[in-house]
């Protein structure tokens, strides 16, 4: 029987040789076992590239894209709100209203005496008539004579941001030297910036944090469909003693590959529109459009932090929806075996 | 079928039958084949002792759902080096057999021994570790589409985590061995069904298991090709690995005296 088995075997290996070449016996040889050694480069485990995954990939990129957007506009109001912010901060004016028998221009100067001998105060300033009947001309038109009318006048006086003056007791004072006088340091304003500053994050987070969740789950059901279109890869690859942590590696890279191609082509999409806008911005100056987009938005710069922000949102949606797909084939992979080995369950029987 | 022992001195001698020049890949090839065979020889008798068989069922039980048993009082043993026809008429659970010994499939009651080891002792995170010492051979090949033959038969390795490098020279020879060389690079879809079933043959070889089990390996084949993996699975048994096939080509087991489990509703009988 040996004997017989053995040149079986052989002539089974050997008629497949002359297979390639029939007549010319000795270059039709050489030939072919030159080629055969040669191997092609290992495909992936997965078949790369199908309808599902470019559909993917276009989702990705739409919430790359609105993540993005979302960092941009926050990162925008932010600067926008802290540089009025910085700005009002700055200054504190001193309002004195006019009364009868009021001596205005010393009641003024009196004011910013006072307010310049507290520490933390740098510059007083007087606005005088003219710059008043500026301030006023939009409500009541060129051509006032100031002394007509019962007009306040201002003191502004420049702070030092960093070590600010005792308000209370300058105010106290004041109204003790000059009752007619008002100190207004504008914390209403600031605190009204800061809330809507606040308020504008929060809302991007929030924002931010509904794209991501429906990227997740857009991924989780991508990443299950995959499985169930690739079931019979996972069966294969459990019969030949794959650990499922191999097979959610094999997974994670082509979700890794889409991922990355998706949230680079959103997130460069982003960057984009908010380069043309600032380059529109800055051509279009003093325009009525111009001017009206920026007191909407501010102005379109975010800045080196806003492009690597938007570069680190792209990391993280790719980080997010490997690790999702790796999550998802493993609790799924463990959910197939399970059902697989329980022959109480016949739900998930395979085919043999 | 008789036995032979299947030392380096018999593969020689077998060698000097045949010209040396048509068994130069096959003694490259079974000489490695052997020396692996012989560490895992090693591995088990520290273990367990040279006794113990590869599989030992023990009153397993099967049933699906809440049907009746598909499966009934199992009590068998598959030793080390033994070849062995598993056969009855369809619808007697020889593929249920084959995934139980496959652990793919939990049995309902009973007791199983894999490698000297229960079964349901085993945590399932270690179960792919122990599915790598058995071999597998669907009727149906169960190639993946996209991969070339070599990439097929690669899998095995592949999935235990070998750089491509390692064994690319391996894969090649088994290829040859199984008779694919000159199909190394075509897609499971250009190959023929004798083709396939070799293909599938040479994957479940690739990482030398301990045991094969074949299930219906010569569905899809015309009687001689038949006759040619049969004659591969005993030269593959002679060099160590315990070899099942699960059939019902009455022709096929006739052409080898080999032991028999016959499973008739659910039980079995073995005519040794």
């Given at each position: 029987?040996?004997?017989?088995?053995?040149?079986?075997?052989?002539?089974?290996?050997k008629?497949?040789?002359?297979?390639?070449?029939?007549?010319?016996?000795?270059?039709?040889?050489?030939?072919?076992?030159?080629?055969?050694m040669?191997?092609?480069?290992?495909?992936?485990?997965?078949?790369?590239?199908?309808?599902?995954?470019?559909?993917?990939?276009?989702?990705?990129?739409?919430?790359?894209f609105?993540?993005?957007?979302?960092?941009?506009?926050?990162?925008?109001?932010?600067?926008t709100?802290?540089?009025?912010?910085?700005?009002?901060?700055?200054?504190i004016?001193?309002q004195?209203?006019p009364?009868?028998g009021?001596?205005?221009?010393a009641?003024?100067?009196?004011?910013?005496?006072?307010?310049?001998t507290?520490?933390?105060?740098r510059?007083?300033?007087?606005?005088?008539?003219?710059?008043?009947?500026?301030?006023?001309?939009?409500?009541?038109?060129?051509?006032?004579n100031?002394?007509?009318?019962?007009?306040?006048?201002?003191?502004?006086?420049?702070?030092?941001?960093?070590?600010?003056?005792?308000?209370?007791?300058?105010?106290?004072?004041?109204?003790?030297a000059?009752?007619?006088?008002f100190?207004?340091?504008?914390?209403?304003?600031?605190d009204?910036l800061v809330?809507?500053a606040?308020?504008t994050?929060?809302?991007g987070t929030?924002?931010?944090?509904?794209?991501?969740?429906a990227?997740?789950?857009?991924?989780i059901f991508?990443?299950r469909?995959?499985l169930?279109?690739?079931?019979?890869?996972?069966?294969?690859?459990?019969?030949?003693?794959?650990?499922?942590?191999?097979?959610?590696?094999?997974?994670?890279?082509?979700?890794?590959k889409?991922?990355?191609?998706?949230?680079a082509?959103?997130?460069?999409?982003?960057?984009?529109?908010?380069?043309?806008a600032?380059?529109w911005?800055?051509?279009?100056?003093a325009t009525?459009?111009s001017?009206?987009?920026?007191a909407?938005?501010?102005?379109?710069?975010?800045g080196?932090?806003?492009?690597?922000g938007?570069?680190?949102?792209?990391?993280?949606?790719?980080?997010l929806?490997?690790?999702?797909?790796?999550?998802?084939?493993?609790?799924?992979?463990?959910?197939?075996?399970?059902?697989?080995s329980?022959?109480a369950?016949?739900?998930?029987?395979?085919?043999? | 079928?008789?036995?032979?022992?299947?030392?380096?001195k018999?593969?020689?001698?077998?060698l000097?039958?045949?010209?040396?020049?048509?068994?130069?890949?096959?003694?490259l090839f079974?000489?490695?084949?052997?020396?692996?065979?012989?560490?895992?020889?090693h591995h088990?008798s520290?273990?367990?002792g040279?006794?113990?068989?590869?599989?030992?069922?023990?009153?397993?039980g099967?049933?699906?759902?809440?049907?009746?048993?598909i499966?009934?009082?199992?009590?068998?043993?598959?030793?080390?080096?033994?070849?062995?026809?598993l056969?009855?008429p369809?619808?007697?659970?020889?593929?249920?057999?084959?995934?139980?010994l496959?652990?793919?499939?939990?049995?309902?009651?009973?007791?199983?021994?894999?490698?000297?080891?229960?079964?349901?002792?085993?945590?399932?995170?270690?179960?792919?570790?122990?599915?790598r010492?058995?071999?597998?051979?669907?009727?149906?090949?169960?190639?993946?589409?996209?991969?070339?033959t070599?990439?097929?038969?690669?899998l095995?390795?592949?999935?235990?985590?070998?750089?491509?490098?390692?064994y690319?020279?391996?894969?090649?020879?088994?290829?040859?061995?199984?008779?694919?060389?000159e199909?190394?690079?075509?897609?499971?879809?250009?190959?023929?069904?004798?083709?396939?079933?070799?293909?599938a043959?040479?994957?479940?070889l690739?990482?030398?298991?301990?045991?094969l089990?074949?299930?219906?390996p010569?569905?899809?084949v015309?009687?001689?090709?038949a006759r040619?993996?049969?004659?591969?699975?005993m030269?593959?048994?002679?060099?160590g690995?315990a070899?099942?096939?699960?059939?019902?080509?009455?022709?096929?087991?006739d052409?080898?005296?080999a032991?028999?489990?016959?499973?008739?509703?659910?039980?079995?009988?073995?005519?040794?």
């Amino acid at each position: 029987m040996n004997e017989l088995s053995r040149p079986k075997a052989a002539r089974a290996a050997k008629p497949k040789t002359p297979q390639k070449g029939p007549p010319q016996a000795e270059p039709a040889q050489k030939q072919p076992r030159r080629a055969e050694m040669r191997v092609r480069p290992t495909a992936p485990i997965l078949p790369p590239s199908n309808i599902q995954g470019n559909a993917l990939m276009v989702v990705i990129a739409i919430m790359a894209f609105l993540a993005c957007l979302t960092f941009g506009a926050v990162t925008m109001v932010r600067a926008t709100a802290s540089s009025w912010q910085s700005q009002i901060s700055r200054e504190i004016t001193i309002q004195i209203k006019p009364e009868d028998g009021l001596d205005m221009d010393a009641a003024l100067k009196k004011a910013r005496d006072l307010a310049l001998t507290f520490v933390g105060t740098r510059e007083g300033t007087i606005m005088d008539e003219t710059a008043t009947a500026r301030l006023l001309e939009p409500w009541l038109g060129t051509g006032l004579n100031l002394a007509d009318l019962p007009v306040p006048r201002l003191v502004i006086i420049t702070i030092d941001e960093q070590n600010p003056p005792d308000f209370n007791g300058m105010r106290a004072q004041l109204k003790t030297a000059i009752p007619q006088a008002f100190l207004d340091d504008h914390r209403t304003w600031v605190d009204r910036l800061v809330s809507m500053a606040h308020t504008t994050v929060l809302i991007g987070t929030g924002v931010l944090v509904l794209v991501f969740t429906a990227m997740i789950l857009t991924v989780i059901f991508a990443t299950r469909g995959a499985l169930s279109g690739n079931r019979h890869i996972v069966e294969v690859l459990h019969f030949v003693g794959a650990e499922s942590s191999f097979v959610a590696s094999e997974f994670q890279k082509h979700f890794l590959k889409i991922s990355m191609k998706g949230s680079a082509a959103g997130g460069a999409l982003a960057a984009l529109l908010f380069a043309a806008a600032n380059i529109w911005q800055s051509n279009s100056l003093a325009t009525p459009e111009s001017d009206q987009a920026t007191a909407l938005f501010g102005t379109f710069t975010i800045g080196v932090t806003g492009y690597l922000g938007i570069f680190a949102t792209m990391i993280v949606i790719a980080l997010l929806t490997t690790l999702t797909a790796r999550f998802t084939v493993m609790r799924t992979i463990d959910e197939i075996d399970l059902i697989r080995s329980d022959p109480a369950r016949s739900d998930g029987l395979p085919a043999s | 079928m008789k036995r032979i022992p299947s030392s380096r001195k018999f593969k020689w001698l077998m060698l000097r039958k045949r010209g040396l020049k048509s068994a130069l890949f096959r003694a490259l090839f079974t000489v490695r084949l052997l020396g692996s065979l012989r560490d895992n020889g090693h591995h088990e008798s520290e273990s367990q002792g040279l006794g113990h068989p590869l599989i030992h069922f023990e009153n397993v039980g099967l049933r699906y759902g809440m049907g009746p048993e598909i499966l009934r009082d199992m009590t068998f043993d598959i030793p080390k080096r033994s070849f062995q026809f598993l056969t009855g008429p369809s619808g007697a659970g020889k593929t249920t057999l084959l995934r139980l010994l496959f652990m793919s499939l939990h049995p309902t009651r009973g007791i199983i021994h894999m490698f000297g080891r229960d079964l349901s002792q085993i945590p399932r995170s270690e179960l792919p570790m122990l599915r790598r010492r058995v071999g597998i051979v669907f009727q149906d090949f169960r190639l993946l589409d996209h991969l070339t033959t070599y990439e097929n038969v690669a899998l095995p390795l592949r999935v235990r985590g070998k750089e491509e490098s390692s064994y690319r020279n391996d894969v090649l020879e088994l290829l040859k061995w199984v008779g694919l060389g000159e199909r190394i690079n075509v897609l499971p879809a250009v190959l023929s069904g004798g083709e396939k079933q070799r293909a599938a043959i040479a994957r479940a070889l690739m990482d030398r298991p301990e045991i094969l089990l074949a299930d219906e390996p010569t569905g899809n084949v015309d009687p001689p090709m038949a006759r040619r993996l049969l004659n591969l699975f005993m030269e593959l048994n002679r060099l160590g690995t315990a070899v099942v096939i699960a059939t019902h080509d009455l022709a096929l087991m006739d052409q080898v005296d080999a032991r028999r489990m016959i499973l008739t509703e659910g039980r079995l009988d073995i005519y040794e």
